[in-house]
C-alpha cells in the first residue's frame, strides 16, 4: 500500500474521506466555496464543512473556505436564523435617509 500523504490521512482520520473524495465534492461545487463564490487562494486550503454531532457520525455537507466555514457557518448553528437573516438584508421600505451634506469648513482666526 503506497503511502498517504500527511493530508490525505488526516481526511481519512478525522472525516473518513479521502483526498479524492475532498477533490471530487470541491469540483461538484464548481471549484469555489458555495457562501462567498470565490475559488481557493494560492496556498490556500479549503475545509470539510460537516454536522457536528456529539460522538462523531455527522454528515459531510461539502467544502468551504476557512472562513465563510468558521465566522459564518460555524457561528450560526440554526438554518432558520440565517434564512430570516438573509431575508431581512433583501428588504426595502422605500424610505430614505437624508443625503450628506457637504461640512463646512472652519477657517482660523487671524491674528
Same mark, same amino acid.
Given at each position: 500500500?503506497?503511502?498517504?500523504?500527511?493530508?490525505?490521512?488526516?481526511?481519512?482520520?478525522?472525516?473518513?474521506?479521502?483526498?479524492?473524495?475532498?477533490?471530487?465534492?470541491?469540483?461538484?461545487? *464548481? #471549484?469555489?466555496?458555495?457562501?462567498?463564490?470565490?475559488?481557493? %487562494?494560492?496556498?490556500?486550503?479549503? &475545509? $470539510?464543512?460537516?454536522?457536528?454531532?456529539? *460522538? #462523531?457520525?455527522?454528515?459531510?455537507?461539502?467544502?468551504?473556505? %476557512?472562513?465563510?466555514?468558521?465566522? &459564518? $457557518?460555524?457561528?450560526?448553528?440554526?438554518?432558520?436564523?440565517?434564512?430570516?437573516?438573509?431575508?431581512?438584508?433583501? %428588504?426595502?421600505?422605500?424610505?430614505?435617509?437624508?443625503?450628506?451634506?457637504?461640512?463646512?469648513?472652519?477657517?482660523?482666526?487671524?491674528?
Amino acid at each position: 500500500m503506497p503511502k498517504l500523504s500527511a493530508r490525505d490521512a488526516y481526511l481519512r482520520r478525522k472525516y473518513g474521506i479521502t483526498q479524492a473524495d475532498f477533490d471530487r465534492l470541491l469540483a461538484e461545487q *464548481g #471549484g469555489v466555496c458555495p457562501v462567498c463564490q470565490r475559488p481557493p %487562494r494560492h496556498g490556500e486550503t479549503f &475545509v $470539510v464543512d460537516h454536522i457536528h454531532q456529539r *460522538g #462523531g457520525g455527522g454528515e459531510i455537507r461539502g467544502i468551504l473556505c %476557512r472562513y465563510d466555514n468558521h465566522r &459564518v $457557518v460555524g457561528r450560526h448553528k440554526d438554518h432558520e436564523l440565517l434564512r430570516r437573516a438573509a431575508d431581512w438584508l433583501q %428588504r426595502r421600505t422605500g424610505l430614505k435617509t437624508p443625503q450628506n451634506r457637504k461640512k463646512r469648513v472652519r477657517r482660523r482666526k487671524k491674528r
